[in-house]
């Protein structure tokens, strides 16, 4: 059973679309995050809910935003897309806010052409 | 600005020798850190951690060290297995919450 889980793995769309990246956890984790990992490789966190409350937005552009429907579920949306935002995005989860360890799914590749 | 710095994009090791993986970060308010291990189409997977409060913490084969006054860390492997082979992401966790700031990762080719 995948603990993290993403959908879909690769993602091709053009410029100006909306899409949308769903991730789900089934380990009972409070805490969920969004990161992305850019052409120069480095992780970047986005966002991070706990029991579907924000509680980490960096700065990222409005034209995202993450959806909690439940703690087991964080859902990325993205508006208007943008060249700049091909990356994998990878979504995590935690015990809750003060755990360390963090459990990454097997991240989405987004390509906008 | 990288807080968090792998000078080192790739590391090539024999079978059976030891990998030593380096990390460098600049805020001296980090007070925990980790290493994450990543395979090919796959997420980061936890490898092993280290509080501030300690120099060194081994589980199995993996060793992480830290020396906070050069605040540096390194991860040791022995001995080294072809399945090491992967990407090492250094990260460290600051004093608030648990953002983790992450490295650029180095590349470890453990060949056979």
């Known amino acids: 059973d995948t603990a993290v889980s993403q959908t879909p793995k690769y993602l091709v769309t053009q410029m100006g679309n909306d899409k949308s990246i769903k991730c789900e956890q089934n380990?009972?984790?409070?805490?969920m995050y969004w990161y992305k990992q850019d052409s120069k490789k480095f992780l970047k966190i986005m966002f991070s809910y706990n029991n579907k409350e924000l509680i980490i937005n960096e700065t990222v552009p409005n034209r995202f935003s993450p959806k909690s429907p439940d703690k087991a579920h964080l859902n990325l949306h993205i508006n208007s897309l943008e060249l700049g935002d091909s990356a994998v995005y990878f979504c995590a989860s935690s015990l809750n806010f003060v755990s360390y360890e963090q459990y990454f799914g097997p991240g989405t590749r987004l390509t906008v052409t | 600005d990288q807080q968090v710095k792998q000078n080192s994009p790739s590391l090539s090791v024999q079978e059976g020798r030891i990998s030593i993986l380096n990390c460098d970060y600049t805020n001296s308010m980090f007070d925990y850190f980790l290493w994450y291990k990543k395979y090919p189409a796959e997420g980061p997977t936890f490898l092993i951690s280290i509080s501030s409060i300690k120099d060194k913490n081994e589980d199995g084969r993996f060793t992480v060290f830290l020396n906070k006054s050069a605040k540096h860390l390194s991860l040791h492997i022995v001995p080294s297995q072809p399945g090491d082979s992967a990407v090492y992401f250094c990260a460290a966790k600051g004093e608030y919450g648990n953002k983790l700031v992450f490295g650029a990762g180095t590349i470890l080719r453990v060949k056979s």
């Open positions: 380990l009972g984790h409070d805490t």
